[in-house]
Structure formats: C-alpha cells, structure tokens
C-alpha cells in the first residue's frame, strides 16, 4: 500500500446535533397507558386519515341517531320504545360489525408489519400490550354504548314527574350501562382473540364477524330439540345468545322464560369464557414474542 493511502482517513464523523436524551423516563406505566390512548383513539379513527374514520363513526352515527329517536319518542309519548337493557341487545350486530372492524386494526396491523419487538422491548412486557389493546377495544365499545344510553336518560329525566321517578329511572339506567359493560367484555375479548390469530385485516374482519355469527345456527338447532333443558341451554352455544341470556336473567326482568332457572349458568360461562380468552391471548403474544 503506498503512503498516500496509508496516511488517507478510514472515515469521517459529522456532528449533525443528535443529542443524548436527558429528561424523566416514565417507565412501564405510562409506556401501557399511552399504548391504551392509543388504541382508543386508533378505534374511532382519530389521528389517523379520513378513510378510517368512515366506518367507525358511522357506527356512532347510527347508534347516536338510534338513542335521538327513542329521546324523542320517550318525549313525545311518556313511554320507552326500549328499556335500557333491551338497548344494546338490539344494537348487538352493530356492536359485531363495530368489533370485527376495530379487533384487526388494534392487533392484525402490528403483526402484519412485524412491529411487536419493538413494542415488546423492556420495559413493556408482553402480557402489558396484550391487556393495553383489549382494554382499548373493550372502552371503546363500552363508549359507543353508554354514550347514547347517557343521552336516552338525559332526555328522560325531564319528562318524569318528580325526584323519586328520577331516581327510578337512573336505576335503571345503571343497569342499562352494566348490561353494556357485558356486551363489550364479552364481544370485545373473542373479537380480539380471533383477530390475534390472522395477519390480514381483511380476513380476521371476516372471521370475527364468523365467529359470531356461525355459531347463531348451533343454538337454532339445540333450541328445536324435544329436551326442554336442552333448549333453555342452546343460548350457550354463541356469544350473542349467551350475552342475551344474561340480560333476560339479570337485567330485564320477566324475561327468564327462555333460559328458566338457569341464569346463573349463563353467567358462571360467560365468566369462563372470559377468563379463557385472556388467557389464550395472553398465551398469544408470549408465542409471537417468541418467534
């Protein structure tokens, strides 16, 4: 090698004014509530481009304009279209379709682009950004029904006479917004579940809106059989009826004919169903971490 090559540099450092970060490291707390916020806001579209915001908000749109009429019919009429309770049942394959559309974009996205390790880095653990983004979709559904449930009492409280109807009323309002609060526990816990198994937005959308859906001919089929227990059992077999059994046993009242006495056993099942899809999700993300 000759001189003027020995003598040349190997390389140049340039100081384009990076500097160290120096400030208060916040920790895992605030790394799982900001991913949290983040999930909410990524539910209803917000931050994000005009094209995601359409669904969402068109669900919102539906079921505000849902809660106005039954407002205004209340109003006009002195009697409730709808109980509290039978509000979210009826809104049910809203809730599915809102689900089945927000499930994917909190869990297929980040797995399509094979972004988890870097959210998976310390001091994140796995089970954190599991439970951050299914406390994410369960608020967000929780909101589209209390909102709108919030607005149908809003409205009631005025045309009840007296503060003792006021009260009635906001009792059963309480046990509207609890009757919500299982629909998106439940809904929200297989929507995610379903979506953590499939890459492709596209497709998990389809296979939650299938896993609601396909198993609704497996509680026709038990419903028609001769046994009578058989029948007021069949609403186990499906997310939906089992959320509907629920409800005629702990929040619409005379409603029990269709499961009989056995209510509890609606709730004990929705429970286990509950725990074994955290469970398995946790389970989930410990495998795809691994990977």
Known sequence: MSTLDARQPAGV????????YTGPRLGRRHIVGALYLHGVRTAFGLGRSAKAKIFPWL????VGVVAAVLTAIRAQTGTAPLSYGEFPEVLSVLII?????????????DLHSGV???????PLRR????MAKLAALVSATFLLLAGPLTVIFAGAAFTVDGIGAVWDEFGDYLGGVAYAAVHAL????VALLVASLVRRRAVAAGAVVGAFLLTTPVVGVLAVLPSRDASQLAGLASPVTLVSGIGDWA???GGEVAIGPYGPVYAV??????ATGVLLLLARYRKVASQ
């Open 269 to 274: 099942v929705a429970l286990g169903l509950v």
């Open 97 to 109: 379709f809102f689900c089945a559309i927000v499930a994917p974009e909190l869990a297929s996205r």
């Open 127 to 130: 089970g954190d950004y599991a």
């Open 59 to 62: 669900i919102v749109g539906v």
């Open 186 to 189: 439940v809904f929200c816990v």
């Open 116 to 122: 988890l390790p870097l959210y998976l880095a310390r």
């Open 13 to 20: 450092i340039h100081d384009i004014g990076y500097q160290r």
């Open 251 to 253: 929040f619409e009242p």
